[in-house]
């Protein structure tokens, strides 16, 4: 949690110096797939692969039954060191971090770590959730009993009899996920599995109101650092803002609700998660001041991030300083957010940056199908988007202008439409730039 600037001053370092896979690990390497550092995170994977067969066996030996799941607190070498069951031995971390992998093929289109690394990984964690989970009265789908990490602390309040919204969205994205990629790779009697197990799940518990709760008797009613129940919203997007007014209610009404509860209980990476919903919910203002808040709160002048609120203002009832590093890479990830997006099956093009931010421009970010993307936006309007294809593949791009022409095309055949998007088939290597008339 602290890589190599873990200290101890001669006593244990915070946390342990541990492998934290809920939640810490995977939020550091949430930039590297739009910030295109794919080669860096590959790290991430190699160190999960090694510890591959030490998982196994806590697997078979903590849970008795084959397939893969890792636990939430683990050494260098991935063996478990325990701590409040809700989080160091439950049963969907490695569902958390198959949605790594799955991203990682994704921006890369690579089928060698499809083949090879992603699927595998998925495919063993598929084989885990089917044999651990039961069938309730109504024949949902369902973990024997549920937790959501960090909720009700280390108490007995913190089980439930049914799927909490966190164990459900991972559940529901690792046969997601497993389904396509199986399919991806030929495997239909896998991929039509996967999918028939997925269909056996039930929908999230929502208020009266549509805000998405922890669980089917607990509604989101007190500040918490850890946004577990809005898992399906991000990073999973499985309820996405692109799907409609249904989609879009559950993620305003749910969101409006977190910053009504408040921010008492909130860490530094709270505000860069909240950030990054919000940029999913195209709120670019609301984005920019949580980043901000970040920045100038949680941050030290060294820029490490260090959980507490250093201002003392409120912003947060923690004033504590211990050093962690995933509040700062979901920073650059909420900024990503900001500028380029790619999850919902096209590519939008700066979807939530705020008014003021009128002269801006990046180059190269990456977006699914392994597309990297460059745009400049002047005068408050973009002007330019350029599109480079890695690998042969379609690229469905929102246009972010009404009118357009192209400046270049090499190896990329452009096929307009009326409703605001635009295709282009892309060989690897081709690029196109279009400018706004």
Not at 131 to 140: A, F, L, P
């Amino acid at each position: 949690m602290q890589a190599v600037w873990t200290a101890d001053n001669g006593r244990i370092p915070p946390w342990k110096g541990d492998f934290h896979h809920d939640l810490n690990t995977q939020l550091s390497y949430w930039p590297s797939y739009s910030g295109n550092h794919l080669e860096e995170g590959l790290g991430y994977f190699d160190h999960l692969d090694e510890n591959l067969a030490n998982y196994k066996r806590y697997t078979k030996m903590y849970f008795g039954v084959d397939g893969l799941a890792v636990p939430g607190v683990t050494t260098l070498d991935g063996t478990e060191m325990g701590g409040w069951i809700q989080y160091s031995l439950s049963p969907t971390v490695s569902s958390w971090l198959a949605h790594h992998y799955y991203l990682q093929w994704r921006y890369s289109m690579d089928t060698d770590f499809l083949k090879n690394r992603a699927y595998p990984w998925v495919k063993e964690v598929c084989t885990f959730l089917e044999k651990i989970t039961v069938k309730d009265e109504n024949g949902q789908r369902k973990l024997p009993i549920s937790s959501s990490p960090e909720i009700k602390d280390n108490s007995l309040e913190a089980w439930f009899p049914q799927n909490t919204n966190y164990d459900l969205a991972l559940m529901k994205f690792a046969f997601s996920a497993g389904a396509e990629l199986a399919l991806e790779l030929g495997l239909v009697a896998e991929s039509d599995h996967w999918k028939e197990i997925l269909s056996e799940f039930g929908d999230y518990a929502v208020t009266e109101n549509n805000e998405l709760m922890f669980a089917p008797n607990l509604p989101y009613q007190e500040s918490h650092r850890h946004f577990s129940h809005m898992m399906a919203i991000h990073p999973l997007g499985l309820i996405k803002w692109e799907d409609g007014e249904k989609s879009q209610t559950i993620i305003k009404n749910t969101i409006a609700l977190l910053d009504k509860v408040g921010p008492d209980y909130w860490c530094g990476y709270s505000y860069a998660w909240l950030a990054n919903m919000k940029a999913r919910a195209k709120d670019g203002e609301g984005a920019a001041k949580d980043l901000s808040i970040f920045a100038k709160a949680f941050v030290l002048p060294n820029s490490f991030h260090v959980n507490g609120d250093q201002t003392k203002s409120g912003l947060s009832k923690f004033t504590y300083r211990p050093f962690t590093l995933e509040g700062n890479f979901a920073f650059a990830a909420g900024l990503q957010e900001m500028l380029l997006q790619s999850y919902a099956g096209f590519i939008e093009i700066m979807p939530a940056v705020p008014e003021t931010w009128r002269d801006i421009a990046f180059e190269k970010l990456r977006a699914e199908g392994a597309f990297l993307i460059s745009a400049k936006k002047e005068n408050g309007q973009v002007t330019e988007v350029k599109i480079e294809a890695e690998k042969d593949g379609v690229a469905t791009l929102k246009l972010p202008f009404k009118k357009y022409h192209t400046l270049s095309a090499r190896l990329v055949t452009i096929n307009a439409s009326e409703d605001g998007f635009v295709e282009l088939k892309c060989k690897a290597g081709g690029s196109v730039i279009l400018k706004s008339n």
